[in-house]
C-alpha cells in the first residue's frame, strides 16, 4: 500500500484550461510538499503546507488535514508547464512520496 | 545565492569501484537531504541531516552506502563498493525549517 496516492498519473490539457492534480495520503503529516520536475529533470519544490492554501503566481495548492488530501491547480495553464508533479508527506521522520502526474500541455 | 550545488554533474563508472557524490547546501539552511530517483521506484528520501546530525538514514539502502555532513556547509554520499543497480540520479536539497527545499541539478550515477 503506498502511503501517498496521486491521480491522475497523466493529463493532457490545452493551453488555458484550469488543471486539478490531488494527492491523498494515509499518514499523520507535519507537512506537503508539491514539487515539479521538468524534463530536464530538475526539481523545484512548489509548495510547503500544513494548513489551508497557499498561492504563487497561477499554481495554488490546497490542503485538508481531516481528509488526508490535497490538490494542486494551476489556472490558465501554458506549454511550459508540462513537467511531472510529485506530492510528498513528512510523517515523523519519514518522507513519503508519491509516483508523480505527467502534464502535458499543448498549445 | 548560487543554489545546491552538487558534482559530479554525471559519473560513469565500474562495478566495485568507489563513487563520491558531494553537496554543498545553501548557506543557513538547517537540513541537508539525500534522494535516489529512478524509473522503477521513483524518487526515495535516502537519509537527511539536521544541523549536520543525521536524523533518519531508514532510506539508505545498504552498507554499502554511506553518508556524511562534515560541516554545515558540504555532505557526501558515498557507495562502496558500486554496483549496476545503483545507476540513478542523485538529488541532494535543502532547507530551512519552515521554508520549502531547494534542490541541486541532480548527480545521473552509470555503474557499469
Known amino acids: 500500500k503506498n502511503e501517498v496516492e496521486q491521480s491522475p498519473q497523466n493529463l493532457t490539457a490545452q493551453e488555458g484550461e484550469f488543471i486539478t492534480i490531488n494527492c491523498s495520503y494515509s499518514v499523520g503529516i507535519s507537512a506537503l510538499h508539491w514539487l515539479q520536475q521538468h524534463p530536464g529533470g530538475g526539481i523545484v519544490s512548489l509548495f510547503m503546507?500544513?494548513?489551508g492554501k497557499k498561492k504563487h503566481g497561477r499554481l495554488i495548492a490546497t490542503i485538508n488535514i481531516q481528509e488526508k488530501h490535497s490538490s494542486l491547480h494551476i489556472t490558465a495553464s501554458h506549454p511550459r508547464d508540462s513537467a511531472v508533479y510529485i506530492c510528498a508527506v513528512h510523517s515523523g521522520n519519514q518522507f513519503y512520496f508519491g509516483t508523480g502526474t505527467s502534464l502535458t500541455v499543448i498549445p | 545565492d548560487a543554489g545546491v550545488i552538487q558534482s559530479p554533474r554525471h559519473e560513469v563508472t565500474e562495478m566495485g569501484q568507489e563513487v563520491t557524490l558531494r553537496c554543498k547546501p545553501i548557506?543557513?539552511?538547517?537540513?541537508l537531504f539525500w534522494y535516489r530517483q529512478t524509473m522503477m521506484r521513483g524518487l526515495e528520501l535516502l537519509i537527511y541531516?539536521?544541523?549536520?546530525?543525521?536524523?533518519?538514514d531508514s532510506g539508505m539502502p545498504e552498507d554499502r552506502f554511506s553518508a556524511k555532513m562534515p560541516n554545515a556547509s558540504f555532505s557526501t554520499l558515498k557507495i562502496q563498493p558500486s554496483e549496476p543497480r545503483d545507476s540513478a540520479v542523485y538529488f541532494c536539497?535543502?532547507?530551512?525549517?519552515?521554508?520549502?527545499?531547494?534542490f541541486g541539478s541532480g548527480t545521473r550515477l552509470t555503474v557499469v
Open positions: 548557506s543557513g539552511h538547517n537540513s
Open positions: 503546507l500544513s494548513s
Open positions: 536539497a535543502s532547507s530551512h525549517r519552515n521554508y520549502g527545499y531547494t
Open positions: 541531516f539536521n544541523n549536520n546530525v543525521p536524523i533518519d
